[in-house]
């Protein structure tokens, strides 16, 4: 069986210190549990729920950072792209280009990170039933990429709620044959549920990373910050980093049963 | 009170002729019911479940076309945008621009319509509670432009299927203030449900139409077709062009009484 | 087509006087309208959210009063059952017996009622889908009583609250020949949103009222008090007894252009 | 940490014999295992779809089986009732009497089933959100019965589906103090989706029971049969007696973690 994979990092890049410091922190940790590790940042929180949310340093000089990082630590990263225009830049710097999950179903821009022959992760939509994931897919395939990764990241459930169908991460696997990461954090947001940000309830995500381990998914994702109460972005659902290292241990436990 | 409106036209423009025909028709089916008419096509289907899906002529020979009709007949035009480069483009042949459900949240593209200064029609996401929508009129707001409208096309119930809340209507108009379109053929629709493409329940188009006018909307939104189990895009749920009047003529009377 | 008829009373008998008092104000408004009316109120509210919940006087007083009601005014009457030792009492009085929706899947109750010859009304579960409801009306017509009604009261959307899908109140009349009926005040609750009990959204019920018989409701449930917030059941979602006249016309008016 | 622990059986009694050997195979393998069991057989399927479905031998033959069961092989046994006329019988038999998720509200059987002072297992409601669990709770408390497990078995999720929530488990876990026991092989049926009877999706039980372990469920219960294609009730979610014995491994050691 393969190891547990982990993708995590801040929500979005603060800056290069910060940026740094949880990066080396996390590979140091994945090091230590040899365990497959991806750094995750945001350079652009293109679709915040209001217009005065802070949204990173942009394209430019959030690739800058990751590229920095990338150089110093030696370690893969991944980031999400949200305009056709960013993708080629970002994946000069991105061993992993990720479609957000609210443009899963955009086919140019499918096409167009699927085109760099880079790994693709696609962050199924909030709206998509799991085998609709397959339709996804084959966009990526029919352009000769079949390096692919689908990330699970809850399902509307009501109004200002999300729910995880774990039958999702079995389903997908088996129609597509790509592997399924599980988005603990993203899949605790309450979205909009702050009125004008989405709120989070921390506390669920390392019950729902530990049902997604039990439950056969081949990685994990988790949003971390040093201090998740003043974080820029996705506080109320990001994990505190000092609290990780007895989660992952757990999880790659879990893994080995399964 | 203010008379309904009605937003109607093709899923796809599919050639210069269909689409001038099916304007013409309805050009002169609302003057005779004296009721505010915009024609919609889109130029460009984006998101398609299918990477083998027609997509339409694009964008410049898409406008092409719609302006020609325009010119022609004098009406007014609605078309929806994908990428903030087609946005400039776009804005000198429509009168109203349509963010996509799918879009709704991606703040640049938001800012780009609305810059223009043209109305912009703001396509409730699937995923999204009607008291949401305050965050996203905001960011039009924000720029200085005032014309905005929303239109309800459902919500997400279950997988593959979509649910209209019709409290959601009176919830955004008082919350925003904005008139509230209702979108009776995609609020029909069953995403996915096809496996290669959205199913859909044209018999529902209707009563559902009469069902929002009854409950309060502003106008209605219905894509016909001549031929709907014919059409290139959204057959399933598009209305037969012939079916159109004598509902119409109801929905005018419906909306005179509330 | 056959004129819209009325089911409405306070949700649970208080005492004889204001019970007599509010059948006494319908029997008046209907008739000057001219339009069917059945009285409806409970004598026991068998499934109250909380344990201190006011239940009602009971089935054997509970009876009493009603069957004075329907002596002094020559009124037909509808309250619900909720335990087979109770059907054969209640038929002694009741024109209409209701099965109430968290037991409409109840195989015993349902023979049981069936079996009096009154007429049935079926309370659709709120979990169940409207074409699930053929199920039920077999198990009444099995015992050879062909008087059934249907009433939608809303479907689950997510934890707390209900949607009504009104697509199905033509699939329930295509799928099982039954007049449906549309509980406009349950329709608005918020299941258990109030913790100690249901909440509601009493703004919404006449939106969703005129939205059901624009949709091809054949009649409205209506649950009405004389000061709603000082009801001791279902305040939240009732209508104020002194504002049914006008919704009433306007329903009146709306059913003649379906 | 509290063993996890087992209840199983077969949905229906079929008949003294199969009754017999499914409980047998269940004693033996979790003594082997050293995990605590609770047989489970219902008498009567009060509540099934259709009409003319099997329901089971009866309260009196099947309360006779049970007991004949119970002292042969001296294990527990757990039944549900459905009318307050059987509460009585079955508290002679039972263990622990469960209240089916349909009737979870009904406060008469709440009471009745309490006072006897036996174990009450509170099946959760399809439509319940899992914070109010606890209103439910407090009736049984109310009677001065502290005895009781809450059983999850799914949430209403569109038409004919069913999600499990596995944020709930804890949720109910801190809101109730109580034990909370995960329906595995329930929650994977798709209620009314086989027109005349509820479908299944065996093949997912196993893994949403790995994920309710991992989750911090206090107990599984799973439905069994030595021919589940061949079952009266329940079959296409059933699980095969032949799979319980890895599965149950497996589950004790996922539990070992947590």
């Not at 069986?1 to 982990?6: G, M």
């Not at 988005?183 to 605790?188: G, I, L, R």
Request: hydrophobic content about 40%; glycine content about 8%.
């Amino acid at each position: 069986a393969s190891p547990l994979v982990l993708i995590s990092g801040p929500c979005v890049i603060e800056d290069y210190k910060t940026t740094y410091d949880i990066a080396l922190y996390l590979k140091t940790l994945t090091q230590d549990l040899d365990m497959p590790f991806i750094f995750k940042a945001s350079y652009d929180k293109a679709n915040r729920t209001s217009v005065n949310a802070f949204r990173g340093p942009g394209v430019k000089q959030g690739l800058e950072i990751l590229d920095a990082v990338k150089k110093e630590l030696k370690i893969m990263i991944l980031s999400d792209v949200h305009q056709l225009s960013e993708v080629e830049q970002a994946s000069q710097v991105l061993d992993i280009i990720q479609v957000p999950a609210f443009l899963c179903r955009q086919t140019d821009l499918i096409f167009e990170v699927a085109k760099t022959g880079k790994t693709v992760n696609i962050k199924k939509g909030q709206f998509l039933a799991p085998w609709d994931t397959a339709n996804i897919i084959e966009k990526v395939l029919s352009v000769g990429n079949e390096r692919v990764l689908i990330t699970e990241r809850g399902t509307m459930f009501g109004y200002n709620n999300l729910v995880v169908d774990f039958r999702g991460i079995k389903i997908m696997q088996d129609t597509t044959g790509c592997p399924v990461i599980f988005d603990a954090t993203h899949s605790v947001q309450l979205p909009g549920g702050s009125g004008k940000s989405s709120g989070g309830q921390r506390e669920f995500a390392p019950i729902l990373a530990r049902a997604s381990v039990a439950a056969g998914a081949d990685g994990v994702f988790l949003e971390v910050h040093k201090d998740p109460d003043a974080a820029l972005c996705d506080g109320p659902n990001s994990l505190r980093l000092d609290d990780l290292g007895p989660l992952l241990s757990q999880l790659k436990e879990l893994k080995s049963i399964i």
